[in-house]
């Protein structure tokens, strides 16, 4: 907790120290994540960054795609957006939103934690936070019918079913897409979202989830996570099931 709050208070009055040490931090911390997700974006690909914060992830992915690619970035928080911007600057297949995401279009609520740049949330989760307003953004309006869409990284603390259900069209046109997205049982609760309602709606567009922590095989056991406890939570791949019959030769 006290490096949390020491990581804080640099967020806040010595960014130009927070962002080398927090961006060491995420390559060590998330190399497994990292280098999954290098295994499935590859140049020219377009991929969306949901919960872009200051741009970490934003910045590898456009890396990663190369001048034809793209890669469109989310962040709702004011302070987070504005060092996005920064963090991009200069890097043409960029495009940024000052938006949420979500099952709809128009503005919403973000509960923005004192505590924690990471952890503002387009819900309240009932501890008394201040909220603001921000823009709301639907993936299906966002992007035009038949556009092609690669990938998607998710990370929104609890968010992630309005997420998916305002990208429906987006996840049934594109065979081949891909998500990253964290699944965390006690958010989801907070934001009135049982568990298993987003497993199910992954499920009836036909895609299978994968617990980048489990080996490569096991079935994915939501069941396994308290979601009571606010520490347990998993990183997931989800990707369409392969039909038996394809193929893949």
Same mark, same amino acid.
């Given at each position: 907790?006290?490096?949390?709050?020491?990581?804080?208070?640099?967020?806040?009055?010595?960014?130009?120290?927070?962002?080398?040490?927090?961006?060491?931090?995420?390559?060590?911390?998330?190399?497994?994540?990292?280098?999954?997700?290098?295994?499935?974006?590859?140049?020219?690909?377009?991929?969306?960054?949901?919960?872009?914060?200051?741009?970490?992830?934003?910045?590898?992915?456009?890396?990663?795609?190369?001048?034809?690619?793209?890669?469109?970035?989310?962040?709702?928080?004011?302070?987070?957006?504005?060092?996005?911007?920064?963090?991009?600057?200069?890097?043409?297949?960029?495009? +940024?939103?000052? =938006?949420? &995401?979500?099952?709809?279009?128009? *503005?919403?609520? %973000?509960?923005?934690? $004192?505590?924690?740049?990471?952890?503002?949330?387009?819900?309240?989760?009932?501890?008394?936070?201040?909220?603001?307003?921000?823009?709301?953004?639907?993936?299906?309006?966002?992007?035009?019918?038949?556009?092609?869409?690669?990938?998607?990284?998710?990370?929104?603390?609890?968010?992630?079913?309005?997420?998916?259900?305002?990208?429906?069209?987006?996840?049934?046109?594109?065979?081949?897409?891909?998500?990253?997205?964290?699944?965390?049982?006690?958010? +989801?609760?907070? =934001?009135? &979202?049982?568990?298993?309602?987003? *497993?199910?709606? %992954?499920?009836?567009? $036909?895609?299978?989830?994968?617990?980048?922590?489990?080996?490569?095989?096991?079935?994915?056991?939501?069941?396994?996570?308290?979601?009571?406890?606010?520490?347990?939570?998993?990183?997931?791949?989800?990707?369409?099931?392969?039909?038996?019959?394809?193929?893949?030769?």
């Amino acid at each position: 907790m006290v490096l949390l709050r020491l990581a804080e208070w640099l967020y806040r009055y010595c960014y130009p120290v927070y962002y080398p040490l927090y961006s060491v931090w995420k390559a060590i911390s998330e190399r497994r994540e990292r280098k999954l997700m290098r295994g499935m974006i590859s140049p020219a690909m377009t991929v969306v960054d949901v919960g872009a914060n200051i741009g970490i992830y934003t910045r590898m992915f456009s890396a990663l795609t190369g001048a034809a690619g793209h890669v469109h970035a989310f962040e709702p928080a004011p302070a987070n957006f504005e060092k996005l911007e920064a963090t991009v600057n200069g890097l043409p297949n960029v495009s +940024l939103q000052h =938006a949420a &995401v979500g099952a709809g279009n128009g *503005t919403i609520k %973000l509960y923005v934690s $004192n505590e924690l740049n990471v952890d503002h949330r387009t819900f309240d989760s009932g501890d008394g936070r201040a909220s603001i307003d921000v823009p709301l953004v639907r993936l299906d309006d966002y992007f035009s019918p038949g556009q092609r869409v690669d990938f998607i990284k998710i990370d929104v603390q609890g968010y992630e079913l309005s997420v998916l259900q305002g990208a429906e069209r987006v996840l049934r046109e594109n065979r081949d897409i891909r998500i990253f997205m964290e699944f965390w049982p006690y958010g +989801l609760l907070k =934001a009135s &979202v049982d568990p298993s309602e987003l *497993t199910r709606f %992954l499920q009836k567009l $036909n895609f299978e989830f994968h617990n980048i922590a489990d080996p490569p095989g096991t079935a994915f056991n939501h069941g396994g996570l308290d979601p009571n406890n606010a520490g347990q939570y998993c990183n997931l791949i989800v990707a369409r099931k392969v039909p038996a019959n394809r193929d893949i030769s």
